[in-house]
Every structure is written in C-alpha cells, then in structure tokens.
C-alpha cells in the first residue's frame, strides 16, 4: 500500500487545532493516497479522498475504517476488477452521515467501470437442491453460507455506490452496487445508495442482515434481487427508480427449495421512468415490479408501484407453477397494503398453466399507502440533483 499523502498523525494534529468556533473543516488539508492489495490488520484512514487499485481484499485478520465525507475512486486503468471486498471474517466501517456521506465512485461515469462493495460471511444459506455452502457468481469464486447467523462484518451507513457493476474478463460475471454473502445480523446496513450501476444495485446470496433506508437508482439489471435462503427480518424503507435501463424492481427467488423463512419488508417504492427498456433492450418480459420464482417468498407491506406500464407487465408476477403451488397457494407470500398506480394490474402468472389466487388476506390493496420514506440530504444528492425527486 503507497503512504498516504499525509500521515494519519499529521492529520490527527491538524484537525486538533480547529478552534472551540468549530472552523470550517474544508480549511484543513485533506488526505489524498491509494488504498490498493490485501488488508491483514487494521486499518483507519481519516476524512481524504482515496483512490483504489485492483480488488482491495479485507482478509480475516483485517479491518478497514475510513471517515465520513471520504471520496474513493476506482481506478480503472490497469484493468483490473476494482472492488472493496470483505472476506468472511474481516470487517468494513464506513460510517458517514447524512451531510457527510462516503462515496465510491468512478472519474468516467460509466456504468459497469468497477466491482462495488462485496462483502462475505458465514450466515446460513439454503442453495440449489438444498445445500448449505456455495461458491460466488461474481469471479471471485469464494465460499459462502455457514451456521453463524449473528455473524458481523461491519457497519455501512450513509455509503454511496456510483458505475458498478463491472463484467469480468469470462464476459458474463457481473458484481452489483452492493453485493451480500451470507453476510449475518451483526452487520450495520443502513441508508445506502447503488447509482447507475451495470448490473442489480443490491444482492443479497442468503444471509441473515437486514437493510434500511435503500435507494438504487437507475440500475441497469434489478433494483433489489436476491437468493440462497437470504432471510433478513427487519427491513424498512427501499426505494427504486429505474430510468433508461432496467429489469425487475425487485426479484425474489429461493434456489428452487420449499421454505418458510423468507424475509420481511415494509415502506417500499417501485417507480419505473416512462421509456425504460430491459437490459440489452430485450424482448424478455423483465419489466414487472415485483417477480417471485424458484419458491421465493416472504411478507412485504406498504408497497407503492409506479410506472410499471409497458404491454404485458404487471405488479407482481409469479414465474413458474411449483412457486404458486408451494408459496402463493402455500401462504408464504404476504403482500400487504399495495397502492398501484397507472393502472398496472395487480398481479399474474406465466402463460395459461396455472391461475395465481391468494389465500383471504394475504394479498391487499390501499388507496393511503406511502411506501418508502426516506431522509433528503447530501447522501442522495448527485450533480446537485436530488434521488430523491422522483
């Protein structure tokens, strides 16, 4: 790792002069350097704006903090899959505020430049045909999954996500914004931003975490999307907006195995911009708000849909005959107080195979529901325009 371009006891010194008048702290000299290779103790960088090189991988050993208002900055020249990664065991704290986010980024603005956050855990996961360990989609082929639900991995908070979703060398790996490996409840996740990426802005591969106060923002796959198992019981306050490009709202599914411990989300805003086409600008019928397959399930509550107009969309659509056999028929599948706007229908299956009932109560609609409701400020401004706006 290069030094940084002032040292940690220089900028400790520095900020330790500030007046009792709270002087302006853009009056101090911020901190330039590059955080690059493998990090096997702790680490704490202060407010400054960094640069990575490569994959910078927290081992088990490691730990890496970094101060509110930093800026880091993929960068992409050598061609490397830029990425922070967190392998099971090591720890990232990037804890910003509403005024003073953190923001990862890249200089070029273009979606799928660099890897995002990937962070690894040993949760328990339920995988194809049931299994309880797997290997990561996303290149980096590491194990995930294990019987540590409590396990912690840090704390994200106010942590802005900008042109991830690179593809790797294979041509088909993809990282999100946010990528989660059964990653377990100890782990901090609120307020956090997937912007502009190229693939979905937050994944979860099973887990126990939990999320508040999401926004993903004109992500070219889908807005929220997971699988294995992910069971996390208290999430609040998800926001999606699709523009340009982009898939489902929110894709649900369980690796194909029978469950019952899907996850639970309340306050949540779908909204697709008029124009929106799926990814590649396909024919696939991708465009629905909400999508369950492979027996994905779980209990979703003041929903508001939006948008979602485009010929043969709807709402909420199930994708195959086995999950609304076990999961809609079954009474897995809770979706409570679902405002839709527009005049999409409410919801509906594949082809003529199977017909989609809900059992009494488990699907209703509100004409007062608000869906997500989120703070404004510096955390979902970009170029001086609100994420918020839409």
Same mark, same amino acid.
């Given at each position: 790792? %290069?030094? &940084? ?9 520095? &900020? ?17 350097? *590059? ?11 202060? &407010? ?10 927290? %081992?088990?050993? =490691? $730990?890496?903090?970094? +101060? ?18 967190? *392998? ?52 980096? +082929?590491?194990?995930?999954? =294990? ?25 088909? $790996? ?9 990653? =377990? ?25 939990? +999320? ?20 996390? +019981? ?14 489902? =709202? ?43 397959? %492979? ?38 599948? %809770? ?52 994420? &918020?706006?839409?």
């Amino acid at each position: 790792m %290069k030094k &940084l371009a002032l040292s940690l006891a220089i900028v400790a010194l520095t &900020l330790g002069s500030c007046t009792s008048d709270n002087e302006d702290i853009n009056n101090q000299p911020i901190p330039t350097g *590059e955080i690059s290779g493998d990090i096997t103790t702790d680490k704490v960088y202060p &407010l400054g704006n960094y640069t990575i090189q490569g994959t910078v991988k927290i %081992k088990s050993t =490691g $730990s890496l903090t970094i +101060a509110a208002g930093s800026t880091i900055t993929a960068s992409i020249a050598d061609g490397t899959a830029d990425a922070i990664l967190v *392998e099971n065991g090591g720890q990232l704290f990037l804890n910003g505020t509403a005024a003073l986010p953190i923001v990862l980024t890249e200089t070029s603005k273009t979606a799928g430049s660099w890897g995002g956050i990937i962070m690894f855990g040993d949760a328990p996961i339920v995988g194809a045909n049931g299994v309880t360990t797997a290997t990561s989609e996303d290149g980096n +082929a590491l194990p995930y999954g =294990g019987t540590n639900a409590a396990h912690n991995g840090g704390s994200l908070k106010y942590v802005r996500v900008e042109y991830a979703g690179k593809k790797l060398t294979d041509n088909t $790996s993809e990282m999100n914004g946010f990528s989660f490996y059964s990653v =377990g409840t100890g782990t901090v996740l609120e307020n956090l931003v997937a912007y502009k990426g190229a693939d979905d802005g937050f994944e979860f591969y099973g887990g126990t975490v939990s +999320a508040k106060n999401l926004i993903s923002y004109g992500n070219f796959d889908d807005s929220f999307d997971w699988q294995d198992g992910w069971r996390g +019981a208290d999430n609040t306050n998800w926001y999606a907006y699709q523009t340009g490009t982009g898939n489902y =709202g929110m894709e649900i599914e369980a690796k194909s195995v029978n469950n019952a411990f899907g996850p639970k989300i309340n306050n949540i805003t779908l909204t697709r911009a008029s124009g929106t086409v799926t990814e590649g600008g396909s024919a696939a019928a991708e465009y629905d708000a909400i999508q369950f397959k %492979k027996e994905g399930n779980g209990e979703y509550s003041n929903i508001v849909i939006s948008g979602y107009t485009t010929t043969g969309a709807t709402a909420v659509r199930i994708q195959d005959a086995t999950t609304n056999t076990n999961q809609v028929t079954g009474g897995k599948i %809770k979706l409570l107080n679902v405002k839709i706007n527009d005049g999409t229908s409410q919801f509906a299956g594949v082809g003529t195979g199977f017909t989609v009932v809900f059992p009494t109560g488990n699907y209703t609609t509100s004409t007062t529901s608000t869906g997500a409701s989120l703070t404004a400020g510096a955390w979902a401004i970009i170029d001086g325009v609100s994420l &918020l706006g839409n």
